[in-house]
Each structure stands twice: as structure tokens, then as C-alpha cells.
């Protein structure tokens, strides 16, 4: 008895999710000043982490930052929020917290694919930043931020394989929706010393 076929399946729709970047993010002398201070606190960064502790998935320095280290950071992130919105073709905000940490990529921090949405932990994460600022001349190899498409298969997204690169060059920032999957390559520092490393104020933009 003949078998009625079976409709074959759409083929996936690859989504690339729109990124922001902009360059000279601070005028020079706050940037060189951001980074003066963040050296004097090498002693507070601490080793980071993630929610299930997991050593193989991510290694970078950490600083939970007194508010007035990042606040040149933060306020410029609010007085750009009017054009990055509309930029990013997402669903437009109030925005509301601004949260903000420091990194220190060193010889050998990365950080695996990963998505900074957690609607359970933080329902009002929306957009993630990262800003970007070292010594010059940049004495790190690596560090790259890939941004990961999706594939849309039957109304459901799932990752890609294919990805946009960000170098990480001193005082740029970049902006994503938090939802979006990335990850930070390995970063290659020969001298090992601290203030060689690739720094960031990385951080995400609640709703209000």
C-alpha cells in the first residue's frame, strides 16, 4: 500500500544579530585615568567564576568596582543608550540598573560560549556591553569577542556555527542583546605582568 511522503522540513534561517560598536568610547586623558586606577587595585581582583563553578569554562581576574571607579564608563553608557537601541533592531527600553564590573584578561583567560540572560537570576538583564581599554602599545595577543548567529528552525532558535568578531582595541565599546550566545577567545600575554593584560568595564543594561 503506498505511504503518503512527508513534507521536508524549511530550511533553517541563519539570523545574525545586529552588534554596536564605538570607537574612542572616552576622551583619552578619563581613559588613561580608568586604567591608572584599575592597576592601583591589582590586589582586590579575584579570581571569576560561574554560577556552577566550573573552572574549564571560564579564567579571567574579576573586580567588583566601587561606583565612582566606573562611573566615566556607566554615565556615557546611558547618554548613548538613544541611538545604540534603535541600532541594535531590538525592542525598545527604559533602561533602568546599569551593572558593571571590571575584567583582566591575563596569559590564558578565555570565557566558553555562554548567553548573559538568565530570566530565573536577572529577568531584567536586556543588553550586554563590554568596554575595552589597555596600555599601549597592546602587549596581548587574542581576546577576540565572537558573537554567535542563530538558526531558526521551526520558530525555535538554536546557535549557529557562524560568528562576528570583535577585536578588542583600546577604548571601544561594544553593545548586544544579552540573549545573544558569545564567547572571548584565549588571550596570549608573553610578559605575564598584570598591567600588559586586555582590560574591559564589561557590564549589562537592565530594564527598568
Keep these: ?15 545574525r544579530h545586529s552588534v554596536v560598536a564605538i570607537e574612542n568610547f572616552l576622551p583619552e586623558p578619563v581613559a588613561a585615568a580608568l586604567l591608572e586606577a584599575v592597576l592601583a587595585r591589582q590586589a582586590q581582583f579575584q ?22 571607579l566606573v562611573r566615566p564608563v556607566v554615565e556615557r553608557v546611558r547618554a548613548v543608550m538613544p541611538r545604540v537601541l534603535p541600532a541594535l533592531k531590538i525592542d ?6 546599569v551593572e558593571a564590573q571590571v575584567t583582566a584578561s591575563v596569559d590564558g583567560s578565555f570565557f566558553g560560549v555562554h548567553t548573559d540572560a538568565d530570566y530565573a537570576r536577572v529577568p531584567k538583564r536586556y543588553l550586554t556591553y563590554v568596554y575595552y581599554f589597555n596600555r599601549a602599545p597592546k602587549a596581548f595577543e587574542g581576546g577576540e569577542l565572537r558573537v554567535y548567529d542563530d538558526l531558526l528552525r521551526n ?15 583600546h577604548n571601544r565599546i561594544v553593545f548586544f542583546w544579552a540573549r545573544t550566545m558569545h564567547e572571548v577567545m584565549p588571550v596570549r600575554m608573553p610578559s605575564g605582568a598584570f598591567a600588559d593584560a586586555r582590560f574591559t568595564v564589561n557590564g549589562w543594561i537592565n530594564k527598568a
Design 155 to 169: 520558530g525555535k532558535l538554536a546557535r549557529a556555527e557562524t560568528f562576528q568578531t570583535i577585536e578588542p582595541r
Design 47 to 68: 579570581p571569576s567564576g560561574t554560577h556552577d563553578a566550573r573552572s574549564d569554562y571560564r579564567q579571567s581576574l574579576v573586580l567588583n568596582p566601587p561606583p565612582e
Design 92 to 97: 525598545p527600553i527604559e533602561v533602568g540598573v
Design 1 to 15: 500500500m503506498p505511504t503518503q511522503s512527508q513534507p521536508a522540513s524549511a530550511a533553517p534561517r541563519v539570523i
